[in-house]
């Protein structure tokens, strides 16, 4: 099976025509007509304009239908942050060897992508599944098991949609003509950041001084009580990755290959220290400080992590990708072999 993640880009749909080319070029021939073919987007689609992403899905589609390869039924969708959380749930613990454990040795998974953050735990204190909000908690079956998961998805509080909120473009009009800034930044830059299709020019605020203190504070205003806490999480095993992992090895918490275990105040620590001096800290990218700062505002204010919370931050368990796409693929399989005893019944 082949399950691919799509961010919108202007050449989305090229993208996975390259991708089929290179299924063709690894499976063989014989094999084509068994091998489903699936794209499940995230976030990026779920924040266009819903006419210009169907459009893109729907290019996708009819790529999969010209392909050699099986087209299962709504083989191209939109994934849901709440499907996306179960699924990278399922594979972490799987890839561990927690999946077929007692149930509360599983671990828990925190993914910062660009445009939403997902929290995912099998709650073992029955008042975290009293206290969270009903649409938190999410019932499913896998390998014959039956989980109640305590899940959620934050679109708008991604990494990169994160920094345009603290810039305050991120409902901006007029964006041409104007230059946002931030104490997060130093105060002679003048930059220019394309996302979304859409060109941002930034820089650093003249009037404020540059800082992790001013930055914390701007950030703050992001995300203050915009985020459920549960208390149980403070003594919890989680995995950490995507944005997480990526900013760790930027800032030199973690090695690239390796990953490691980390505090949350090591990231604290980290962004302090990029904030105060940002010719030394920043290694080309602006943004550092920024991203750094609102990494620890969203683990200490936004989910209530403590201070020496410890966090695994990899990027590969056993030399496979730790995302959704491994979970996906056994929700599939898991689904086809369903179909397949019915149809047999029958």
Same mark, same amino acid.
């Given at each position: 099976m082949l399950s691919f993640e799509i961010i919108f880009c202007?050449?989305?749909?090229?993208?996975? !025509?390259? #991708?089929?080319d290179v299924a063709k070029q690894t499976i063989p021939s014989t094999h084509w007509h068994t091998t489903p073919v699936v794209l499940k987007a995230t976030a990026g689609l779920r924040l266009l304009p819903e006419q210009k992403a169907q459009a893109l899905l729907l290019e996708v589609q009819e790529l999969f239908e010209d392909s050699p390869f099986l087209v299962p039924d709504d083989c191209v969708s939109i994934m849901n942050g709440t499907y996306?959380?179960?699924l990278a749930w399922i594979t972490i613990n799987f890839l561990t060897g927690h999946l077929y454990g007692a149930s509360e040795n599983t671990v828990g998974i925190l993914d910062l992508g660009g445009a939403s953050t997902q929290i995912?735990?099998?709650?073992?204190?029955? !008042?975290? #599944?009293?206290?969270?909000p009903k649409d938190y908690i999410s019932s499913f079956e896998m390998f014959n098991s039956f989980y109640k998961l305590y899940t959620h998805s934050y679109l708008g509080f991604g990494l990169k949609v994160a920094r345009l909120a603290v810039l305050g473009a991120l409902d901006a009009k007029d964006v041409d003509n104007r230059r946002f800034t931030s104490s997060c930044l130093p105060q002679s830059l003048k930059a220019e950041w394309k996302f979304g299709g859409i060109n941002y020019k930034f820089g650093g605020m003249k009037e404020i001084p540059s800082g992790f203190q001013s930055c914390y504070t701007e950030i703050m205003k992001v995300i203050q009580k915009k985020l459920d806490q549960q208390d149980e999480i403070k003594r919890r095993t989680f995995y950490a990755f995507s944005y997480y992992y990526d900013r760790a090895v930027d800032a030199?918490?973690?090695?690239?290959?390796k990953g490691g275990i980390i505090r949350v105040k090591d990231f604290e620590m980290k962004a302090?220290?990029?904030c105060e001096n940002f010719s030394k800290a920043t290694k080309g990218s602006p943004f550092l400080c920024m991203d750094l700062t609102?990494?620890?505002?969203?683990?200490?204010?936004g989910f209530g992590f403590h201070d020496n919370t410890?966090?695994?931050?990899?990027?590969?368990v056993n030399n496979i990708e730790t995302s959704w796409a491994l979970g996906a693929a056994f929700?599939?399989?898991?689904?086809l072999r369903s179909t397949a005893r019915i149809v047999k019944q029958i």
């Open positions: 202007v050449q989305g749909a090229e993208t996975v !025509r390259e #991708l089929l996306e959380g179960i995912t735990f099998l709650p073992q204190a029955e !008042r975290t #599944l009293d206290a969270a030199g918490i973690i090695d690239v290959e302090i220290e990029v609102y990494i620890t505002a969203l683990l200490k204010e410890e966090l695994q931050l990899t990027k590969k929700h599939l399989i898991q689904s």
